[in-house]
């Protein structure tokens, strides 16, 4: 089984910063791209930054500029990084990662999500 545990999650003042923390464990070959996404109230999940294996990045137009997405290769983990927080960026943060295993190739598992509330 493939687990990820995310950590980092809180209330912060806005134009605050906040580090989010995805660790992944198991039976683990290699990990592919990783990422990010959050979800508020009545929205759908939208994606906010990915990371592939090698480093290469991209984010949502709404946090490019304010978010950084980073990762631990040796220690399955990746990051992001929230700074100059707005009250919009207010949602649950759900982490990503495409698993290869001896069973499944490029099988998506996700967090079990973190709640960043950003006060006015």
């Known amino acids: 089984q493939v687990q990820l545990v995310e950590s980092g999650g809180g209330l912060v003042q806005a134009g605050g910063s906040l580090r989010l923390s995805c660790a992944a464990s198991?039976?683990?070959?290699?990990?592919?791209?990783m990422g990010w996404y959050r979800q508020a109230p009545g929205k759908q999940r939208e994606l906010v930054a990915t990371?592939?294996?090698?480093?290469?990045?991209n984010y949502a137009d709404s946090v490019k500029g304010r978010f950084t997405i980073s990762r631990d290769n040796a220690k399955n983990t990746v990051y992001l990084q929230l700074s100059s927080l707005k009250p919009a960026d207010t949602a649950v943060y759900y982490c990503?990662?495409?698993?290869?295993?001896?069973?499944?190739?490029?099988?998506?598992?996700w967090g079990q999500g973190a709640q960043v509330t950003v006060s006015s």
């Open positions: 990503n990662a495409e698993v290869n295993s001896a069973t499944y190739f490029a099988r998506p598992y």
């Open positions: 990371i592939t294996r090698g480093g290469s990045t």
């Open positions: 198991g039976n683990i070959f290699s990990i592919n791209d």
